[in-house]
């Protein structure tokens, strides 16, 4: 089993940064799966934003809405996921939840991500 644990969020200003963590931890958790991070608006679906590829690479994916403002990243001493965001947008605002996937490479659908944090709360005041 694997452990997520989102943390970071908050109340921010537009054109302001936040810097969310994922901490990951299980016995079963290997720095080489693919970890994403996704958000949810109340009334909307659960979208993609970035994710790291696995296997070793951790190249970086962006969805066209975050791309440019946000940065992800990971430290696999530290087992964490960061998700660096800037330039943040009233319409940024939304749980935001990181994820691991199992196996194979990255994706943009929540359906292939096994294991889920709880969730953070990002809100961008206008």
């Known amino acids: 089993q694997v452990q997520l644990v989102e943390s970071g969020g908050g109340l921010v200003q537009a054109g302001g940064s936040l810097r969310l963590s994922c901490a990951a931890s299980?016995?079963?958790?290997?720095?080489?799966?693919?970890m994403g991070w996704f958000r949810q608006a109340p009334g909307k679906e659960r979208e993609f934003v970035s994710a790291?590829?696995?296997?070793?690479?951790?190249?970086?994916f962006y969805a066209s809405s975050v791309k440019g403002r946000f940065t992800i990243s990971r430290d696999n001493a530290k087992n964490t996921v960061y998700l660096q965001m800037n330039s943040l947008k009233p319409e940024d605002t939304a749980v935001y939840y990181c994820?691991?996937?199992?196996?194979?490479?990255?994706?943009?659908?929540?359906?292939?991500?096994?294991?889920w944090g709880q969730g953070t709360q990002v809100t961008v005041s206008s």
């Open positions: 994820a691991a996937k199992i196996g194979g490479s990255w994706s943009n659908l929540p359906s292939e991500y096994t294991f």
């Open positions: 299980g016995r079963t958790f290997s720095s080489n799966y693919p």
């Open positions: 790291l590829s696995g296997i070793g690479l951790s190249l970086p």
